[in-house]
């Protein structure tokens, strides 16, 4: 009778295993797996981006100017590198718009029109994407095309990027002998941004324009 009652105590309890006992088994697995390799993710993101900073500062370090100008082969391969490891990252389109300067002071335009570009293609997010338009839009001016770099400044924007893209926008029709929307773009970019920000630039280049009328 006892091993009668053990037989059936032994099928209930295996019974109980199939329907119980694995997917509790399984679940606690998953749900070790899921932490652990969670923080392993969370490790590999740390490193990732510590590498992209390290190799971030080594190319602006390179590109301080010694001896009167940057060290071009430097910059090159770091940029290559930061490319190629970290590509699509925040580092990587730093260091596009970083090179983009670099490129400016060279006077090679074509180059950093290149690079700010792609950063526009694809930014990392909504505040690299409007440096990036920013800077193009004076860039393309700079290349006499500053009626393609005002297209660049026009539609819908978050209020947080108006008074730059205003300010440049100013900037661009002055050069197009436009002061009238000039003097409305600065005014415009004024009345957004904040008073410690830097107004008194804004209210020099109205002081300007309202010198050219007199």
């Known amino acids: 009778m006892t091993s009668h009652s053990e037989d059936e105590e032994l099928v209930q309890i295996k019974e109980w295993w199939q329907r119980s006992g694995k997917p509790l088994l ?16 969370q490790k590999y ?3 990732r981006a510590q590498n992209a900073s390290a190799l971030y500062q080594q190319l602006l370090d390179a590109s301080l100017k010694t001896s009167g ?54 930014p990392v997010d909504a505040s690299l994407g409007e440096v990036a338009r920013q800077r ?31 300010e440049v926008k100013g900037d661009l029709l002055v050069q197009l002998g436009r002061p009238d929307e000039a003097r409305a773009a600065y005014e415009k970019a004024k009345a957004a941004q904040s008073e410690d920000a830097g107004q008194g630039t804004l209210q020099m280049k109205l002081d300007d324009l309202a010198k050219g009328d007199a």
Request: glycine fraction near 14%; hydrophobic fraction near 50%; charged fraction near 20%.
């Open 26 to 41: 399984t679940g606690g697995v998953l749900a070790l797996v899921v932490v652990f390799g969670w923080q392993g993710w």
């Open 136 to 166: 193009l839009a004076r860039v393309l001016a700079a290349q006499g095309k500053a009626e393609e770099g005002l297209a660049l400044l026009a539609g819908e924007i978050d209020p947080v990027f108006l008074a730059g893209r205003e």
């Open 69 to 122: 100008k940057p060290d071009a082969a430097r910059i090159a391969e770091l940029y290559g590198q930061l490319q190629s490891d970290f590509g699509g990252s925040h580092y990587a389109q730093y260091g596009s718009l970083l090179v983009a300067k670099v490129a400016v002071e060279e006077g090679k335009l074509d180059d950093a029109v290149a690079g700010l570009r792609a950063i526009l293609d694809k």
């Open 45 to 47: 993101q740390s490193n």
